[in-house]
């Protein structure tokens, strides 16, 4: 797959259509912009009304060019766009910055614009970006079409919906003075070009060594998640989203498409594919900068080097909440650290060097070195006042922090262990802690966002290696008995009844305890005949009711005909006053299941990412405690086991308080199963298995429902 945006977003002449000498227009800003920052393309003013425009020849339209353009900025208002579109596509320009608003964002007349803007632009051959985008920025080929002071070239890629978030990344990286910007882009409305096109994009842009993200929402979250797959195997991709997935936020009648369009569920999908989320505002730009320089890293120890104890606590701590691990040292490394640190240093990680380095902060590299050697560390964290010992001590030890520096820098060019670097006086940037900077190593004035970026190098190596032994599950082909219920329940304008969902999981391997249906009290005979007299659960059938329990719809440890008639009867009473047009077609009857751990497995169809499957605890709490995990169909093995293993429930599951841990491995089948049954059967909106019991053998799916898409699938 190759984008079709490389010409217009990195173009070597352009159209500003709208350009002025009025100081206060953006045609204006922009061809300052242009020059101010040393363009070396070549710029077509185009303006009925001048000759020229700050000394270059401006044309009175598109199509009076002498050439083509690459690109046209729009700067005129909306109304005109349409035609204007019309016009580049006539004269050979293959993509247009729409900077008007006023389209769909404001009310329904402007939505209606808004799709003639999109039609003409796909009569015209034309990309857009906008309408009303703040605009873009290419700053390895000059061109700065916000007109946006002391901004860097370098190779982070920002596509941002919100003009003052970039406009705060552009002074963080100014602050920090180490951090520049390949590729900005404000999406606005995405009438055409969406967040999957930026992110092939810029995946493919040479300049670009990180994809970063602000994302209020998304317009095609699975085209998204469809490209970030494979992205995110060549370079970092970081989001921050903003808020929750307000399209996904439906009125469902499951517990997983209550639950589904989350910010949560949001958050599992992309980070599925390998992106890295962050979840404050303040992280974007320090994730961004050590994800770009380090890449990843292979594992989640890290050895922690301090020359403070409160501070390697604090390491510690964070370390541990990130999911990350203090790497067990090896005899050598404490032999060989124990020859050069004082007899009092702490050779436990974290490592404390108890004053070792007061005098002597080369020592500093010098155990880097040894900790990077460690086949069991995997990151090496250098904490405290590096850089500041000149500063705090004596002046003469800055000149030997800059030889540590230099070593530290070559360590980093000779091992592919990530080296991070928090220190107090990162905010003073010595000339120690600046070297490091210029020699591609993070230095943070931060523990957490050192700790965050760690955690992100780790997050990245897992999605690497995992996705290089990742394939794809074998699909099924839908049973035609399967396509005729569904075709049948949609005639009927109805859903799945339970025991049609429970046929339908069975016939494709899910393990279902047998059940009959019972419309009349002579069938209680089979029952008998059947179940013996072991106690039984019995549930009413019926198009009208959805929730069983909230009816009265339900019986449990029944056992003997006279009991099973009582039951039957109580249980259609209750339906009838709770619903007096409910249709009963009758009531299901099956054994009580054994004791076990109860489980939630549903599926939603969310609008923005299409089908997801959700896993969790189940019974009647789980949208109380709302402890699931989300992932994308159609699902790995390797998502259908970190989604059992994401829970914060997983330790009920691997048997706490002395009870039987539950067959892991039965329970990533039965995802699987799910799975590639809903990829099977278009037809079906939602599904919720809830509850599923899990054993230390097996499963056994109690309930099931399965609400029908009522529209023809083709």
């Keep these: 797959m190759t984008s079709s945006l490389h010409g217009f977003l990195a173009p070597d002449s352009i159209a500003i259509v709208g350009a002025s000498a009025d100081p206060t227009k953006r045609g204006y800003k922009a061809m300052v912009g242009l020059l101010n920052d040393g363009y070396q393309g070549t710029i077509y003013p185009i303006n009925p009304k001048a000759d020229e425009i700050l000394g270059i020849k401006a044309y009175p339209s598109v199509t009076e060019l002498p050439a083509a353009a690459d690109m046209a900025l729009i700067c005129t208002p909306a109304k005109t766009i349409p035609s204007l579109l019309h016009q580049c596509g006539e004269n050979g320009i293959k993509g247009a910055i729409i900077l008007a608003s006023g389209f769909g964002e404001v009310d329904g007349a402007g939505a209606a614009l808004e799709q003639q803007v999109l039609h003409a632009a796909q009569d015209a051959g034309v990309r857009i970006v906008g309408p009303n985008t703040s605009g873009i920025f290419n700053l390895h080929k000059k061109v700065n079409l916000l007109a946006l002071d002391n901004v860097q070239a370098g190779d982070v890629g920002i596509i941002s919906q919100s003009g003052n978030m970039l406009l705060a990344l ?90 589904a369009g989350s910010y949560q569920m949001t958050v599992d999908l992309l980070r599925q594919v390998g992106v890295n989320v962050v979840e404050n505002s303040d992280e974007i730009l320090p994730v961004a900068e050590g994800l770009g320089l380090l890449q990843q890293a292979t594992g989640k120890r890290v050895a922690v080097l301090a020359d403070g104890g409160g501070q390697a606590t604090i390491a510690s701590d964070r370390i541990s909440e990130a999911g990350l691990e203090l790497a067990e040292l090896s005899d050598s490394t404490r032999s060989a650290l124990r020859d050069i640190l004082f007899p009092q240093a702490s050779l436990a990680n974290p490592i404390d060097v108890a004053g070792s380095t007061d005098a002597n902060p080369g020592l500093l590299s010098s155990c880097m070195d040894i900790l990077a050697q460690d086949e069991n560390v995997d990151m090496v964290f250098l904490v405290g006042m590096f850089g500041g010992y000149g500063i705090r001590f004596a002046e003469e030890l800055q000149q030997e922090e800059l030889h540590c520096a230099n070593a530290i820098a070559s360590l980093a060019s000779r091992t592919d262990k990530p080296l991070v670097i928090y220190s107090l006086y990162a905010h003073v940037k010595p000339e120690p802690l600046e070297r490091l900077r210029k020699a591609g190593l993070p230095v943070y004035d931060s523990i957490e966002h050192a700790v965050k970026i760690m955690s992100a190098l780790a997050e990245r190596g897992d999605y690497v290696q995992r996705s290089q032994l990742a394939s794809a599950m074998p699909a099924l082909d839908a049973l035609p008995s399967n396509r005729a219920m569904f075709s049948q329940a949609r005639n009927e304008g109805r859903d799945l009844f339970e025991y049609e969902a429970k046929t339908l999981l069975r016939s494709y391997g899910v393990d279902v305890p047998l059940e009959l249906i019972v419309r009349d009290e002579t069938e209680f005979d089979q029952v008998v005949d059947t179940f013996g007299e072991m106690p039984l659960a019995m549930k009413v059938v019926s198009k009208d009711i959805l929730h069983k329990s909230d009816a009265g719809g339900v019986k449990l440890n029944v056992s003997g005909i006279a009991a099973l008639k009582q039951a039957r009867q109580q249980i259609l009473e209750s339906c009838k006053a709770y619903r007096a047009d409910a249709e ?131």
């Design 170 to 259: 552009a002074l963080e990286a100014q602050s920090n003075g180490h951090i520049g910007f390949s590729t900005y882009v404000g999406p606005g409305n995405q009438t055409d070009v969406g967040f999957a096109d930026y992110l092939l994009y810029l995946s493919e842009e040479d300049n670009t060594r990180v994809a970063t993200f602000y994302v209020e929402g998304f317009e095609d979250g699975r085209a998204f998640l469809d490209v970030a797959r494979e992205a995110t195997k060549e370079k970092p991709v970081v989001v921050y989203k903003s808020g929750s997935t307000e399209a996904g936020q439906k009125a469902a009648s499951s517990h997983t498409g209550s639950l």
């Design 584 to 714: 009963s077609e009758g009531v299901l009857v099956t054994p009580m299941a054994r004791k076990g751990t109860e489980v939630i497995i549903g599926m939603s169809r969310d609008p923005i990412f299409g089908p997801v499957l959700m896993f969790g605890l189940g019974g009647i709490f789980v949208e109380i405690l709302k402890d699931v995990a989300f992932r994308a169909i159609p699902l790995s093995r390797d998502d259908a086991a970190s989604m059992v293993d994401q829970i914060k429930a997983r330790k009920i599951l691997e048997g706490a308080r002395g009870e039987t841990a539950v067959d892991k491995d039965a329970l990533i089948e039965l995802l699987l199963k799910v799975s590639a049954i809903v990829e099977a059967h278009p037809e079906i909106a939602e599904l919720d298995l809830n509850p599923v019991i899990a054993y230390d053998d097996g499963y056994a799916v109690v309930d099931a429902r399965v609400i029908v898409n009522q529209e023809e699938q083709s």
